[in-house]
């Protein structure tokens, strides 16, 4: 039991920056609701879920980028070349509508995959490589969906963006009203889809050789050298992992507004706050530190803020002032160590 | 030895970087369960030997064998597989992972194909305990570890990959004195299991009481390997140093007594500086000797204000000083200059021009107002390029299109234009050919004789021995011995970096512990 307790306190002292945003996040959720005239309800948490799938799903792809030391900037355009993708394939019987989502997936995650090649082998730094690629899946993107439009299957659209119930009675698993089924009727599905995907695959990927070798790539990469790691591999990895994610987040989108939009104004905006919600989830930009956990939870900070201009009736013209004065105060947070080097050398290595 | 088979043998391997020679033909075999010391001077190529064991470079020439097969390992993980592990001077721990992920970094335990933490944990524990560091707990991160404690993570992640030939290089250093026991203890452990220990160290007494075989290394050659007691210290020392003195130096001016510039009282820092006490006079030069990595860069460091909390006095002409950051310490009173380690990174900005980095630390005084003078900045760009004679085709190539020892000139003129009274030189010639190395110590002497103090480190001991008036050896994070005049000698040199006794004079008192 002590021993225990011993884990839980090294956990959270490793993982400061995870822990005041998981606590920050909880406070302002449960203010939120208690404000909120509709508070603790289904109803609320299903929009607010619903809203915040897509930022979380390019936060997570960002993350593993950013573990290396990286950036991806195309996130946000390979999640809008996912979303016409998807909205040109998303309909008619379920096998079709199946095959499309795989293709959907697909297509992100292959695009990470160039991402990491070019990286790997062309020896690019990722943040021009990605620059780069970023404005040829927007151009991809244009090529299938010139104007705004297409067609995702209603019923999906419908079933995946509410709760549990609606899910069960539009395609008729079972009795939705079934007394059983109750207690857990009430959960969103986009909650779900969140945890599921995201959990279901971070989680076990950390474990792997290859998922250390990115965090031992961003902390040292000549120590992860010297070790012998596979430091190719890791890397082609991570940029793949990221169009995957990202993927993710651009079919999620499609089924949400039944259609494909190339809009690269939404991709640029998409791929920065991805960035602000990995670093405000705790992980440094150094590499290294931190994970996909934690960019959950900062992409839904980040969601949670505009969440408060709804209800207090702030003006929705201060919401990019205010979202700049939080980042930078939680980021100030993180830079307190360096008030703790003794050779004023290390800081610039 | 009545021994068969050496356990690794090395058959005329040569190692050259570029024009540099690091090895040259070198025969050299260690043999099970036995403890061999290998030493030499700095640059006698012994950390180039250990890399080519352990798989991090690829020899230019010759043929490694272990337990008489012929390998050709291409990475330190081969190497470890064929049993040959170096303890890399925290080289190769990455400071964002636990201990245990350290550890075990490229060959975990396994369970479903995934990490498994729990065990993975546990043997980290068992080896911890192994080397007496129960205290570390498996999970903490590295970079939340103390350097020396770092270092005990370093050996148990070299025990964890059961290793038939363990290298150690310097790897008591950075330990505390009951750590390098548990160390001494594990080595008689390992001879007993037949491993075979091969131990880099500068420090005599530590080889003596470890060892049971020696080899000196000098200038890439290996010179000779006998068993412990088979030749007297000073025998050694003449093995390790023992060539010929190449470069011309300036004729030194007679001892006498100068007037002191600088006092240094009592200076410490973090582990490194344990109480460190020098002066330095006017038109006086002060080496600074002994092995590397004994607090001499740490010094010059912190006399210019790079490193933050440094305890003891500094007096510049009897006022006492501190040194905030190199900004203060290069503005008056003090005018420091230090001419840093690294010329590619801290000395120069290698994409800008040659005239761009004469001038960076001295803009001020080429401006007027917070304008640079053009015609002032052109003017000073050509008395530096004239002082110190650096050939250059234009000055505004970059910096970087110059040869190494053209190069380093740069960043010497580009501190002699803030007209420094104090000079901090550290190691200023290395890797630069003979000819810029004899101007650069006709510069320093005439630096001198205008009035300007200088304080020089070198590896080099031919360079203490022709250019200083006064040598400190440092030993430890302190200075052990002052040479002067007539007692400076590679013998009085080497001996005190090695910290063996019968040195003559100026002994300082308590020095020894």
């Given at each position: 039991m002590n021993d225990y307790k011993k884990s839980l306190k090294l956990a959270?002292?490793q993982?400061?920056?995870?822990?005041?945003?998981?606590?920050?996040?909880?406070?302002?959720?449960?203010?939120?609701?208690?404000?909120?005239?509709?508070?603790?309800?289904?109803?609320?948490?299903?929009?607010?879920?619903?809203?915040?799938?897509?930022?979380?799903?390019?936060?997570?792809?960002?993350?593993?980028?950013?573990?290396?030391?990286?950036?991806?900037?195309?996130?946000?355009?390979?999640?809008?070349?996912?979303?016409?993708?998807?909205?040109?394939?998303?309909?008619?019987?379920?096998?079709?509508?199946?095959?499309?989502?795989?293709?959907?997936?697909?297509?992100?995650?292959?695009?990470?995959?160039?991402?990491?090649?070019?990286?790997?082998?062309?020896?690019?730094?990722?943040?021009?490589?990605?620059?780069?690629?970023?404005?040829?899946?927007?151009?991809?993107?244009?090529?299938?969906?010139?104007?705004?439009?297409?067609?995702?299957?209603?019923?999906?659209?419908?079933?995946?963006?509410?709760?549990?119930?609606?899910?069960?009675?539009?395609?008729?698993?079972?009795?939705?009203?079934?007394?059983?089924?109750?207690?857990?009727?009430?959960?969103?599905?986009?909650?779900?889809?969140?945890?599921?995907?995201?959990?279901?695959?971070?989680l076990p990927?950390k474990k792997t050789v290859?998922g250390r070798?990115?965090?031992?790539?961003?902390?040292?990469?000549?120590?992860?050298?010297?070790s012998?790691?596979?430091?190719?591999?890791?890397?082609?990895?991570?940029?793949?992992?990221?169009?995957?994610?990202?993927?993710?987040?651009?079919?999620?989108?499609?089924?949400?507004?039944?259609?494909?939009?190339?809009?690269?104004?939404?991709?640029?905006?998409?791929?920065?706050?991805?960035?602000?919600?990995?670093?405000?989830?705790?992980?440094?930009?150094?590499?290294?530190?931190?994970?996909?956990?934690?960019?959950?939870?900062?992409?839904?900070?980040?969601?949670?803020?505009?969440?408060?201009?709804?209800?207090?009736?702030?003006?929705?013209?201060?919401?990019?002032?205010?979202?700049?004065?939080?980042?930078?105060?939680?980021?100030?947070?993180?830079?307190?160590?360096?008030?703790?080097?003794?050779?004023?050398?290390?800081?610039?290595? | 030895?009545?021994?068969?088979?050496?356990?690794?043998?090395?058959?005329?391997?040569?190692?050259?970087?570029?024009?540099?020679?690091?090895?040259?033909?070198?025969?050299?075999?260690?043999?099970?369960?036995?403890?061999?010391?290998?030493?030499?001077?700095?640059?006698?190529?012994?950390?180039?030997?250990?890399?080519?064991?352990?798989?991090?470079?690829?020899?230019?020439?010759?043929?490694?064998?272990?337990?008489?097969?012929?390998?050709?390992?291409?990475?330190?993980?081969?190497?470890?597989?064929?049993?040959?592990?170096?303890?890399?001077?925290?080289?190769?721990l990455v400071?964002?992972l636990s201990v245990a992920d350290n550890i075990f970094l490229d060959s975990p335990p396994k369970k479903w194909g995934l990490i498994d933490k729990k065990t993975q944990r546990e043997q980290a524990r068992v080896l911890l305990a192994r080397i007496k560091c129960g205290d570390i707990d498996p999970r903490a991160l590295v970079?939340d570890l103390?350097?020396?404690r770092?270092?005990m993570v370093e050996i148990a992640k070299a025990l964890s990959k059961k290793?038939?030939?363990?290298?150690?290089?310097?790897?008591?250093?950075?330990?505390?004195?009951?750590?390098?026991?548990t160390?001494?203890?594990l080595?008689?452990?390992?001879?007993?299991?037949?491993?075979?220990?091969?131990?880099?160290?500068?420090?005599?007494?530590?080889?003596?009481?470890?060892?049971?075989?020696?080899?000196?290394?000098?200038?890439?050659?290996?010179?000779?390997?006998?068993?412990?007691?088979?030749?007297?210290?000073?025998?050694?020392?003449?093995?390790?140093?023992?060539?010929?003195?190449?470069?011309?130096?300036?004729?030194?001016?007679?001892?006498?007594?100068?007037?002191?510039?600088?006092?240094?009282?009592?200076?410490?820092?973090?582990?490194?500086?344990?109480?460190?006490?020098?002066?330095?006079?006017?038109?006086?030069?002060?080496?600074?000797?002994?092995?590397?990595?004994?607090?001499?860069?740490?010094?010059?460091?912190?006399?210019?204000?790079?490193?933050?909390?440094?305890?003891?006095?500094?007096?510049?002409?009897?006022?006492?000083?501190?040194?905030?950051?190199?900004?203060?310490?290069?503005?008056?009173?003090?005018?420091?200059?230090?001419?840093?380690?690294?010329?590619?990174?801290?000395?120069?900005?290698?994409?800008?021009?040659?005239?761009?980095?004469?001038?960076?630390?001295?803009?001020?005084?080429?401006?007027?107002?917070?304008?640079?003078?053009?015609?002032?900045?052109?003017?000073?760009?050509?008395?530096?390029?004239?002082?110190?004679?650096?050939?250059?085709?234009?000055?505004?190539?970059?910096?970087?299109?110059?040869?190494?020892?053209?190069?380093?000139?740069?960043?010497?003129?580009?501190?002699?234009?803030?007209?420094?009274?104090?000079?901090?030189?550290?190691?200023?010639?290395?890797?630069?050919?003979?000819?810029?190395?004899?101007?650069?110590?006709?510069?320093?002497?005439?630096?001198?004789?205008?009035?300007?103090?200088?304080?020089?480190?070198?590896?080099?001991?031919?360079?203490?021995?022709?250019?200083?008036?006064?040598?400190?050896?440092?030993?430890?994070?302190?200075?052990?011995?002052?040479?002067?005049?007539?007692?400076?000698?590679?013998?009085?040199?080497?001996?005190?970096?090695?910290?063996?006794?019968?040195?003559?004079?100026?002994?300082?008192?308590?020095?020894?512990?």
């Open positions: 959270i002292g993982n400061m920056g995870f822990t005041v945003a998981t606590v920050g996040l909880l406070l302002l959720w449960l203010l939120y609701n208690i404000l909120h005239p509709g508070g603790f309800s289904s109803a609320v948490l299903i929009q607010n879920t619903n809203e915040s799938v897509v930022i979380v799903f390019v936060a997570i792809a960002q993350t593993f980028p950013i573990l290396l030391g990286g950036l991806d900037l195309s996130v946000g355009a390979v999640m809008t070349l996912a979303n016409c993708v998807a909205s040109a394939l998303m309909s008619g019987s379920p096998i079709q509508i199946l095959i499309g989502a795989i293709i959907t997936l697909l297509t992100g995650t292959a695009f990470g995959f160039l991402n990491g090649m070019i990286v790997v082998y062309g020896r690019i730094q990722p943040i021009i490589a990605t620059l780069a690629t970023g404005s040829i899946a927007i151009g991809l993107a244009l090529f299938i969906r010139p104007q705004p439009g297409g067609d995702v299957d209603g019923d999906l659209g419908w079933a995946l963006t509410n709760d549990l119930y609606e899910l069960v009675y539009t395609y008729g698993w079972w009795d939705a009203d079934a007394a059983w089924f109750s207690p857990f009727a009430w959960i969103p599905v986009p909650l779900l889809i969140i945890i599921i995907v995201g959990f279901g695959i971070w990927f290859t070798t990115i965090y031992a790539v961003g902390s040292s990469e000549s120590a992860a050298f010297m012998g790691l596979p430091i190719e591999r890791a890397k082609l990895t991570a940029f793949t992992m990221a169009g995957f994610f990202a993927a993710c987040g651009g079919l999620y989108l499609a089924i949400q507004t039944s259609s494909g939009n190339a809009d690269m104004t939404q991709a640029g905006s998409y791929t920065l706050n991805s960035i602000a919600a990995v670093v405000l989830g705790g992980t440094s930009l150094f590499g290294g530190v931190g994970g996909a956990i934690g960019s959950l939870v900062g992409a839904l900070l980040l969601r949670m803020l505009s969440f408060y201009f709804r209800i207090m009736s702030i003006d929705p013209l201060l919401q990019p002032l205010i979202e700049g004065v939080v980042l930078l105060v939680a980021v100030s947070l993180g830079a307190l160590r360096t008030l703790r080097t003794k050779n004023r050398l290390r800081l610039f290595r | 030895m009545p021994q068969s088979e050496p356990i690794l043998r090395m058959a005329g391997i040569s190692k050259s970087f570029g024009a540099t020679q690091a090895l040259q033909d070198v025969d050299f075999s260690c043999f099970t369960g036995s403890i061999h010391a290998i030493l030499g001077e700095n640059g006698a190529g012994k950390s180039t030997l250990i890399k080519i064991m352990s798989g991090v470079l690829d020899p230019t020439a010759g043929e490694l064998f272990v337990e008489g097969g012929l390998v050709n390992f291409q990475s330190p993980t081969q190497a470890a597989k064929d049993g040959v592990v170096c303890i890399f001077q925290e080289l190769s400071p964002d970079k103390s350097l020396s770092r270092q290793p038939k030939v363990l290298i150690l290089d310097e790897a008591t250093s950075a330990l505390s004195s009951q750590d390098v026991d160390i001494y203890g080595l008689g452990e390992l001879k007993d299991e037949g491993v075979c220990c091969l131990f880099i160290s500068h420090k005599m007494h530590e080889v003596e009481r470890l060892c049971d075989t020696l080899s000196v290394f000098r200038n890439g050659k290996h010179i000779e390997t006998f068993a412990k007691g088979a030749k007297s210290d000073d025998e050694i020392v003449k093995l390790m140093i023992g060539r010929t003195v190449d470069a011309q130096f300036p004729a030194k001016p007679p001892p006498k007594d100068y007037e002191t510039r600088l006092s240094i009282r009592d200076l410490k820092w973090e582990r490194q500086l344990k109480g460190v006490d020098l002066t330095l006079g006017r038109g006086e030069i002060v080496g600074l000797g002994g092995l590397d990595g004994q607090g001499q860069k740490e010094l010059l460091l912190a006399l210019f204000g790079v490193l933050r909390s440094v305890e003891g006095e500094v007096r510049v002409d009897d006022q006492i000083v501190h040194t905030g950051s190199p900004a203060e310490a290069k503005a008056s009173p003090t005018n420091f200059a230090l001419v840093p380690e690294d010329r590619k990174t801290e000395g120069l900005m290698l994409p800008m021009s040659i005239a761009d980095n004469l001038m960076i630390a001295s803009l001020d005084k080429i401006s007027d107002g917070p304008v640079v003078s053009p015609s002032k900045e052109k003017e000073a760009v050509a008395n530096g390029i004239k002082q110190l004679e650096i050939k250059v085709g234009s000055p505004h190539h970059a910096v970087s299109t110059l040869s190494g020892g053209n190069q380093q000139k740069v960043v010497i003129a580009k501190w002699l234009c803030t007209n420094p009274d104090i000079v901090l030189l550290n190691d200023p010639t290395r890797g630069i050919d003979v000819g810029t190395k004899q101007e650069i110590y006709k510069l320093i002497r005439a630096l001198a004789d205008e009035g300007k103090s200088i304080l020089l480190y070198s590896t080099d001991y031919d360079e203490l021995i022709g250019c200083c008036d006064r040598v400190a050896v440092m030993y430890d994070g302190k200075i052990t011995v002052e040479l002067k005049g007539d007692e400076i000698s590679e013998t009085s040199i080497v001996s005190a970096a090695l910290n063996i006794g019968d040195t003559p004079a100026h002994q300082k008192p308590g020095a020894m512990q």
